[in-house]
């Protein structure tokens, strides 16, 4: 007999103790069915031991191993472990999430009658009469749940089964794919050119070849105008590990951006190319997990959960675009893929290479501080010039009297560029047709009935729409409140796109965001027509801002940056900064120069003045003053809990409740260094129907923090709290 340390696919914090009657070796790594209170999961298996840590009257066996070979390594399984300590995440959680593509064990619970029956009325005979109907009597708990909609079911149920009348049972379901694997379409590869690198280029290349054939893990800083080649220099490094029998993963933060990238890499490394993100379907995914695994593939191009993907001699990660927030995931487990590749890197003794136009002021302040070592591609390739940036001041130049949002300056440099057989790129950061909705009388909006947001009409559907839970309802024209006429006002993508269409309506536009980007084939369907020149004018919102490279986009205009310079975060400053430089350098990358024109009613501001003068080291340098005074990261570690519940009182209750045990944490734990900001309604006070209280917790001590936060978690048994560590907005 031998005993298991297990890694649950639930919510358990810990792991759980179960025992192993069957002879198979080399179980640590394989996943199994357990029995889990009343039901059947999945668990992985951790470790062996020869003696229970717990009773042994209290261990339960397990029900079956489902793997033949283990489908987690040691490393892998060292790498799950940190992932949910530092994020502070049941392990089964993350395990799971590791092992997305493969399927899992659950069970079913079963009703069925076991005999004859008396006369029963209410919702005992309801059930009773569903269940004869069925053949053999039986049916899934979950139908009748569904189907009968009676007051008093559950009561109904336990007092059948206690008069003999049913038997309750469990039945073990397959959940996800299990036998069906289908590959994903091929992209359309690129020629391989034979570029030759600039002075720069070749220095980085040869410092990360270098730290390859060392075989010690290092982090580089590739810090690199947009447009000087990093690509390029991502190429030759993986060539670079490959040729030392090495394993590669690229993280890309979009899953829009993978068309672009699988086609340089496969350009190079053909059907050593794998591909691995959420957009696949789950039969390609798991066609492409097993092609990993089995060595089939040693280039794993993907998005966040490409970190996860089962290489076994790892020696390469690169991060592009690393400050990007898609990294981080929102719900549990809350990591940070740019975060994970690192510290995967450091436990393989491989290299890791995060790379941006536009660093993450931590990674700047980590390759200042010689945690990073910063390798710098000041100009672009070929000696192009960086586009020309024109800030258009809204406060004096919008056209007001059509109200088309657009100023005569945008209009006019966008005209000589499109009439001239160019390409252009429009970026607002808001889909949908009008942003916002009021009564000019009354003042009264028309909000999200789930979320205290107002909702933003789609022309397409006649809808007002809700873009954080989905709600949909009706357009509004006549006010509730005081029948007098509703105004539509600001601007969309949808209505970016109609208005354009009014100004060229001669020329192909194509709209890029959530709500036309539906699959993985119109990702690529746009992706093609606008390499092959068939899309004149795009319009899109992040999707468009990063990693293009189109040598036919000589305009890139901004139509309103000023709603994302609001929010009442800190990143706020950075994060403009960021989006205007990136899709300010999908501009000019061929033998035309580019011109960038952004319009704004904040000029003066540093994210949108720095951009204009391209001070990119200047602008990161302030933000690092900034935040040192204000406490914030990467002077300080950061926690953010928020508590949420239907009733804004409760919710309030509960902030109160959870600021206590922050108190008596810090007490016990003598905690010195630590910051405690709220609780206070946090800046999205309420969403998806409930009320939000925040609560941020600095210090400069990791561990103070952990302590602090693992005592949180636990009331997650009597309240709706979350824990995110290392929070990239406190929204």
């Known amino acids: 007999m031998k005993y298991l340390k297990l890694a649950v696919f639930a919510n358990v914090e810990g792991f759980l103790t179960y025992s192993y009657s069957g002879e198979e070796k080399g179980i640590t790594g394989c996943r199994v069915s357990v029995p889990l209170g009343k039901k059947t999961a999945t668990g992985v298996v951790i470790s062996c031991m020869d003696r229970p840590d717990i009773p042994a009257e209290k261990v339960k066996e397990i029900n079956r191993v489902l793997d033949i070979y283990p489908v987690l390594t040691a490393e892998m399984i060292k790498l799950g472990l940190w992932v949910s300590s530092y994020y502070l995440c049941a392990p089964g959680i993350v395990f799971s999430t590791m092992l997305a593509p493969l399927y899992r064990v659950a069970s079913d619970g079963i009703l069925k009658l076991t005999g004859a029956v008396g006369k029963f009325d209410g919702a005992a005979g309801e059930i009773i009469n569903y269940l004869k109907a069925k053949p053999g009597g039986w049916a899934k708990l979950k139908d009748v749940n569904r189907h009968l909609k009676v007051r008093g079911l559950k009561s109904a149920i336990a007092a059948l089964a206690k008069a003999g009348v049913i038997a309750i049972s469990e039945k073990e379901k397959t959940k996800g794919i299990k036998n069906k694997r289908e590959k994903p379409a091929s992209m359309p590869e690129e020629a391989a050119a034979d570029i030759v690198l600039n002075a720069e280029q070749a220095g980085a290349v040869m410092q990360i070849s270098g730290a390859i054939s060392e075989g010690k893990h290092k982090t580089f800083l590739l810090f690199g105008a947009t447009g000087s080649g990093k690509t390029e220099v991502y190429i030759r490094t993986v060539k670079k590990a490959l040729s030392a029998g090495l394993d590669c993963i690229v993280l890309v933060p979009e899953i829009f951006l993978t068309p672009q990238t699988v086609s340089r890499f496969s350009s190079v490394f053909r059907e050593n190319v794998a ?38 001699k790892l020696g390469l990660i690169i991060v592009d675009e690393e400050f990007d927030t898609s990294y981080k995931q929102e719900n549990d487990p809350r990591y940070s893929a740019r975060d994970t590749a690192v510290y995967r890197a450091s436990i393989n003794s491989a290299v890791a290479v995060v790379g941006s136009a536009t660093p993450s002021v931590e990674s700047f302040y980590n390759a200042q501080s010689g945690k990073y070592t910063m390798l710098r591609l000041h100009d672009r390739v070929m000696g192009r010039p960086m586009p020309n940036i024109h800030v258009v001041d809204l406060k004096t ?101 109609d208005v354009v269409s009014k100004f060229f309506p001669d020329k192909k536009i194509e709209r890029v965001d959530i709500d036309t980007m539906d699959d993985r084939e119109r990702y690529l369907d746009v992706y093609t027509r606008l390499k092959n020149r068939e899309i004149d004018i795009l319009v899109g919102t992040q999707m468009v801002a990063k990693g293009f490279d189109f040598p036919g986009v000589t305009f890139v205009g901004v139509v309103a940056i000023d709603a994302v310079l609001n929010l009442p975060d800190f990143r706020s400053e950075e994060r403009v900064f960021q989006l205007l430089m990136q899709v300010a350098g ?19 501001n540093p994210a949108i003045a720095d951009v204009k003068a391209y001070r990119t080291e200047e602008f990161l340098t302030a933000q690092l003053k900034l935040r040192k005074e204000a406490g914030y990261p990467p002077f300080k570690k950061m926690v953010q809990v928020i508590i949420q519940d239907v009733s804004f009182e409760t919710a309030v209750d509960n902030a109160m409740r959870a600021l206590e045990t922050v108190k008596q944490a810090v007490k016990i734990s003598k905690i010195r260094s630590i910051d405690i900001l709220g609780p206070s309604e946090a800046p999205l006070s309420r969403l998806r129907n409930k009320y939000r209280q925040s609560i941020i917790l600095r210090s400069t001590e990791r561990q103070a923090l952990n302590i602090i936060a693992a005592e949180l978690k636990k009331l997650g048994r009597f309240m709706d709290i979350s824990v995110t560590v290392d929070p990239v907005n406190t929204l």
Request: hydrophobic fraction near 30%; proline fraction near 5%; aromatic fraction near 10%.
């Open 586 to 604: 999908r501009a000019g990358r061929g033998d035309k120069p580019g011109r960038v024109v952004i319009q704004t009613f904040n000029p003066e």
């Open 275 to 312: 591909i691995y993100h959420s957009g696949l379907k789950p039969s390609e995914r798991m066609h492409e997990w097993e092609r990993i695994k089995n060595g089939g593939a040693h280039v794993v191009v993907g998005t966040r959960s490409a970190v996860f993907a089962p290489l076994k």
């Open 397 to 497: 130049d919008l056209n007001k009297s059509r109200d088309l949002f657009f100023s005569d300056e945008f209009i006019r440099q966008m005209r000589e560029a499109v009439e001239a057989g160019e390409q252009a790129i429009l970026f607002i950061n808001r889909r949908g047709y009008s942003g916002y909705n009021y009564c000019p009388e009354c003042g009264h909006i028309e909000k999200c009935v789930n979320c205290d947001i107002p909702l933003v009409y789609h022309s397409h559907t006649g809808s007002l729409k809700c873009h954080y839970c989905g709600f949909e309802k009706k357009t509004v024209l006549i006010c509730p409140a005081c029948g007098k006429p509703v105004f539509y006002k600001g601007a969309g993508t949808q209505r970016v796109e």
